[in-house]
């Protein structure tokens, strides 16, 4: 098969492969930029294999730099742009089943081929366009299928999270599992437990957001996987309720991890535990439990002026983008319209602050002084009192009056 109209980005980077080419070595396109490309679709990183090693790459470009040279892999600054070189390869044997204990550089396309996870991976592309599939990856991508290279439970054993990458491209590529490639996860599922929380969320969430994530939850449930993930061990039920939802498409990761919780019934303790469990982002955590408590609100139609303002625009999305999943959402041009509504949208708006307060009222720094703030800001929300100094200032006025 030849590619004929290769994307810009392979344009670009045919100097490099030229340079090494003429050097006297081999240099190829590989990976998933070739996979995309087969399919038509938007590619990103344009990663190059080659026979030439580490020393051997330095040599021929002018700026690199050894991004990850103890594993064959040299970037090479060309152009104001950036390129992974990196040197065919074979690996021994994984006693962690994540890394190998050593590798081991060769002059072979096919040995470095074949240590790949999937026949859809292990496609690599002459500058030319012209496709080499040495493990029947073209048949794979036209049919449909994920299939390990070479015999899967050695794969697996090699690097046990690619059994993830391969439920993963299911839903990403809305592909089905080879029968040999399911059998062989579900016979290995274990050896998830070795692998990094990191690297496991990576594909998790690729799993959730890809085009048929019904599929591949399945796949995740059948093979035992989900029981070798952060505190999913008792999750199978809200699974198997995910897989009931009809046309089910969840557009971020924030709305995912809420899906999650809420049907979980999580207090906010508990969606900050799995969340933390997971290695997740404090900004993830905070929009996770909000929009998971403000899907509830939703459900039960509590939601208010207040809940708006203190929520934000972003998690009132994410909750909504949940609660029509759930078949309750309220439509978006409303959601946009109450907010939008709303006096201020953050307290930095208000027109008088501590400083105001202290200078005008003569009031002394303290927790009384954070309460009446509080309640100055609730009131302008609420509509209650006009967000003017004027006002403000004597509304505070009666508030600190109140309070002694």
């Known amino acids: 098969m030849i590619v004929t109209n290769l994307p810009a980005e392979f344009e670009e980077a045919k100097e490099v492969l030229g340079a090494i080419q003429q050097a006297g070595f081999e ?9 995309d490309t087969v399919l038509k679709f938007k590619i990103h990183d344009v990663d190059i294999a080659t026979s030439a090693y580490p020393s051997e790459v330095k040599k021929i470009f002018k700026k690199t730099v050894d991004t990850g040279i103890e594993h064959g892999t040299v970037t090479v600054l060309d152009h104001g742009r950036a390129y992974e070189i990196t040197t065919f390869r074979t690996e021994s044997t994984y006693q962690d089943f994540r890394r190998p204990d050593h590798v081991e550089f060769v002059r072979s396309l096919k040995e470095d081929l074949k240590r790949r996870d999937l026949t859809i991976n292990a496609l690599a592309m002459r500058p030319d366009g012209e496709i080499i599939d040495l493990f029947n990856g073209l048949r794979d991508l036209k049919e449909g299928n994920i299939r390990a290279v070479g015999i899967a439970e050695e794969r697996f ?3 046990a999270l690619r059994m993830m990458r391969a439920v993963r491209f299911a839903s990403q590529l809305d592909f089905a599992i080879e029968k040999n490639t399911l059998e062989a996860i579900r016979h290995n599922a274990h050896l998830l437990q070795n692998v990094a929380v990191e690297r496991i969320h990576v594909e998790w969430i690729k799993l959730l957001l890809g085009k048929n994530p019904k599929t591949a939850l399945k796949d995740f449930l059948v093979t035992d996987l989900y029981r070798y993930c952060p505190l999913f061990a008792d999750k199978k039920a809200i699974f198997e309720k995910i897989l009931t939802f009809e046309n089910l498409q969840i557009g971020s990761e924030d709305a995912a991890w809420t899906l999650l919780c809420y049907l979980s019934k999580f207090s906010s ?6 969340l933390r469990a ?3 982002s404090n900004d993830l955590i905070d929009n996770v439990t909000i929009a998971t408590g403000v899907v509830d609100l939703i459900e039960r139609q509590k939601m208010n002026t207040w809940i708006y303002y203190k929520s934000g625009f972003h998690r009132l999305e994410i909750a909504n983008e949940v609660a029509t999943i759930l078949g309750f959402g309220i439509d978006y041009a409303v959601l946009k319209e109450n907010y939008a509504a709303l006096p201020i949208k953050n307290k930095h708006e208000m027109k008088i602050n501590g ?3 202290i200078k005008s009222l003569r009031i002394k720094p303290g927790p009384q002084l954070g309460r009446v703030l509080t309640k100055i800001e609730h009131m302008v929300v609420t ?4 967000n003017q100094t004027a006002v403000l200032l004597k509304a505070a006025k009666k508030q600190f009056e109140m309070e002694e």
């Not at 240099?27 to 996979?35: D, E, K, L, P």
């Not at 303790?269 to 799995?274: E, H, I, P, R």
């Open 278 to 280: 997971w290695k997740s």
């Open 27 to 35: 240099a190829y396109f590989v990976g998933g930029s070739v996979r």
């Open 383 to 386: 509509g209650k009192i006009e």
């Open 355 to 357: 400083g105001i307060l």
């Open 269 to 274: 303790s508990a969606v900050k535990k799995m």
């Open 157 to 159: 054993h090699e690097d």
